[in-house]
């Protein structure tokens, strides 16, 4: 009389664990590329409000060539979008570049997206043409492929 096997060989689960370790290693670092992108929309979202008062700020005034100091009060915004929250430390306006104001910097905290990122600065710079606003990025520090592909910076 034949035996009837039960369960699962030796080698039978050994091939199934060597194929899902394979593909927890792809998929884990996969994850984690997915999470920093998240988290530097996050703050790619936090700079469109203010990119925006910006432009409207120009197109009121003429342009930011006057615009020595903005506040957030003159954009029309009753705070510093994104400061205090948990990416974005601190962001400030009113600073100048030589074609007038709309410079505004956001600062990582210590929960940055990437650890080349804490507590560096992403500076946005706006460049006002006849009819439009383009804007410049720059990043003090960890600036990867992936920031580049986010944050244009």
Known sequence: MKQIQKGFTLIELMIV??????LAAVAIPAYQDYITKAKLAAVASYADPIKLAV??????N??????????????????????????????????TNAA????????????????????????YTPTAGATSITWGCALSAGSTALTVKVLGC
């Open 55 to 60: 432009a409207a700020y120009a197109q009121e």
């Open 100 to 123: 007038g104001g709309g410079v505004f910097v956001l600062t990582f905290d210590g929960t940055a997206p990437t650890a080349a990122l804490n507590s560096a600065t992403l500076t």
């Open 17 to 22: 664990v060597a194929i899902i370790g394979i």
């Open 62 to 95: 003429g342009g930011l060539a006057n615009a020595a100091s903005i506040t957030w009060v003159s954009l029309g915004l009753s705070g510093a979008p994104g400061a205090g929250s948990d990416i974005i430390a601190n962001t400030t306006a009113g600073t």
